[in-house]
């Protein structure tokens, strides 16, 4: 055992006092930080190589299809510093299989769920109730707004829809990304632009319902989240303060260093504000001067725990 992996043993040791081991996870946000919105790359070290230069501490991996394999080479060589979801086409007839098989082999979520289909369509209910059995969170991309001509939506419907669903599924934990879930914060949107800008008008439904459905959650991830937090900052602190519990940084950031290298929002062309840099460190920045420490560090860190039941 060399130096480092002493140190590192040492910091993991649950006999430290509680503020000790927060020490060891401290790092330049002033909070340990989990990603909860990470796309597995191909690569084991292109993955660590996001998270150490953003600052990030530990990620979700969202992976599609049989990712076992991968998911252990990478954890391999970062132990401790990912969890993983997976999904899978819920259009096809062996989708419950698939994703039942990979909760065995340790997914701890379904996501992302990013399918050309109806937010209430048979498909994905069939994927909202297995979450509920099995007892994991279901991640959903909603968008209405193509980004290039052809795209299609996703699980589309959200504003219209999503409601019923969150009653008829009380047991299932869904946490909404992407353009028509934080486009609805604000009220009035009416699917005009992928990415609406100005002042945010009171009483949208997903500002409504995260405050009255327990089922609901929010990841703040993509150009969508830090879109709708950048949009008016009086309005971002008090939703930030207000479903403090609810919510998660996540950053759907495909830079290669953590530092906007390469190309950060998977080229897509409506989200070019984020062009050159990276989306973690933008929307870290965003929540960090929105919110205050408690609330900064619940969003960041510990509300990510509770939900997949792990330690902080
Ligand atoms: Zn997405
Ligand atoms: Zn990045």
Redesign the pocket.
């Known amino acids: 055992m060399n130096r480092r992996e002493f140190l590192e043993t040492v910091a993991a040791a649950a006999v430290l006092p509680s503020f000790a081991r927060q020490a060891a996870g401290a790092n330049e946000w002033g909070s340990p930080v989990f990603d909860v919105h990470f796309h597995m790359r191909p690569q084991p070290a292109g993955n660590v190589a996001h998270l150490d230069g953003a600052g990030v501490t530990k990620a979700n991996l969202l992976t599609r299809g049989a990712a076992l394999e991968q998911v252990k080479a990478i954890d391999a060589t970062a132990p401790g510093r990912f969890t993983w979801f997976n999904s899978f086409d819920v259009t096809k007839p062996d989708a419950v299989q698939a994703l039942t098989q990979a909760v065995r082999d340790g997914a701890q979520g379904f996501g ?1 769920m ?1 399918f050309h289909v109806a937010a209430d369509g048979p498909e994905l209910r069939r994927a909202y109730a297995l979450a509920a059995d099995l007892r994991v969170p279901i991640l959903v ?1 909603f968008q209405e707004v193509d980004h290039f001509e052809g795209e299609g939506a996703w699980s589309t419907g959200y504003a219209k829809t999503f409601e019923s669903i969150l009653k008829a599924y009380p047991k299932t934990t869904f946490i909404g ?2 353009d028509a879930f934080w486009a609805n914060v604000s009220a009035g949107y009416h699917n005009e632009a992928a990415y609406p800008t100005g002042p945010i008008k009171r009483g949208g439904v997903t500002d409504k319902w995260l405050g009255d459905y327990s089922n609901l959650f929010g990841d703040l991830s ?1 150009n969508s989240g830090n879109n709708a937090m950048s949009r008016d900052p009086e309005f971002t602190t008090d939703f930030l303060k207000r479903h403090r519990d609810k919510l998660f940084f996540g950053s ?1 950031c495909s830079c290669i260093d953590g530092h906007g290298g390469g190309v950060s929002q998977a080229g897509n062309p409506a989200a070019a504000r984020l062009a050159g840099k990276c989306v973690a460190r933008e929307t870290l920045t965003v929540l960090k001067r929105s919110a205050a420490d408690d609330v900064f560090q619940k969003i960041v860190w510990r509300n990510v725990h509770t939900l997949l039941r792990i330690p902080a």
């Open positions: 992302e990013k991309h990304h992407a993509a759907d």
